[in-house]
């Protein structure tokens, strides 16, 4: 992801097609505490409830906010490879 782009944070979204339908801010605790384990399967269920859930940031690319979601490590670009281009979703009007 490029650093000119304007970043509002890490969410666990739900997406059906090309657009978010639900959104949970990932919390600022350490990853090794059993409360966010709790709430990242807590969330993860009750946005599963709505659509796919994947995991990303809202930036602020050219001006229009979008939900990039997040490449696997799999498929992260490494050195000597071309950079991947993450898919962007659409946000619902109240967020942009």
Request: no cysteine; hydrophobic share 40%; aromatic share 10%.
């Amino acid at each position: 992801m490029e650093s000119a782009n304007k970043s509002y944070g890490k969410y666990w979204a739900a997406v059906s097609g090309d657009f978010v339908i639900g959104l949970i801010l990932m919390p600022w605790i350490n990853r090794e505490d059993p409360r966010f384990a709790a709430f990242r399967d807590k969330s993860k269920e009750n946005l599963g409830l709505l659509g796919e859930v994947i995991t990303g940031e809202i930036q602020e690319i050219e001006g229009v906010k979008v939900f990039v979601k997040r490449l696997t490590h799999a498929n992260r670009p490494q050195a000597s490879t071309q950079p991947r281009a993450p898919r962007l979703y659409q946000l619902p009007p109240s967020l942009r």
